[in-house]
């Protein structure tokens, strides 16, 4: 009866142990070289992202009433399709192939009182980017920052 039990222990440990393989090998988002400024009414973020598994913050601001803002990014990246997101909402689509030297058209977005993430993820790829966020009255603005993990 020991014998089963020790067998069946083993065999409980090594499906538990296999399903954590993924996570031990698994590769993360990481941000190199960023750097996040307020130029007068606009939030700057620069620098370079790779995109793995997990979706990085580019820029996050913290608002004391709602409002509106344009955003737009310029990149440069490899292979792998990126988007940017605000919360549950697609807002630009980066090319799927190699692209370089590529200016987004301008975004118009709402801010809601509270913090707001402009958010990075997709496949397997580096992009070096400089996202911009002018917000319509920077007074609003409470904080703000990036290169954050989700």
């Known amino acids: 009866m020991k014998k089963v039990i020790k067998i069946l222990s083993c065999i409980l440990t090594l499906n538990l142990l296999a399903g954590c393989g ?28 790779k ?5 990085g913050t580019l820029i996050t601001v913290e608002v004391s009433e709602n409002t509106t803002g344009l955003f737009h990014i310029s990149y440069t990246k ?22 370089k030297d590529i200016t987004s058209d301008e975004y118009k977005v709402s801010l809601t009182k509270g913090r707001n993430d402009f958010d990075i993820s997709g496949e397997d790829s580096t992009c070096k980017y400089s996202a911009e966020l002018k917000i319509d009255d920077s007074s609003k603005i409470v904080s703000f920052g990036g290169g954050s993990l989700k």
């Open 22 to 49: 993924k996570l031990i090998g698994e590769e993360t988002t990481i941000f190199n070289s960023m750097q996040v400024d307020q130029k007068d009414d606009t939030i700057v973020s620069e620098g370079e992202v």
């Open 51 to 55: 995109i793995h598994e997990t979706t």
């Open 78 to 99: 490899d292979k792998g399709a990126l988007k940017i997101t605000q919360g549950d909402k697609d807002i630009v689509t980066l090319e799927k192939e190699e692209a």
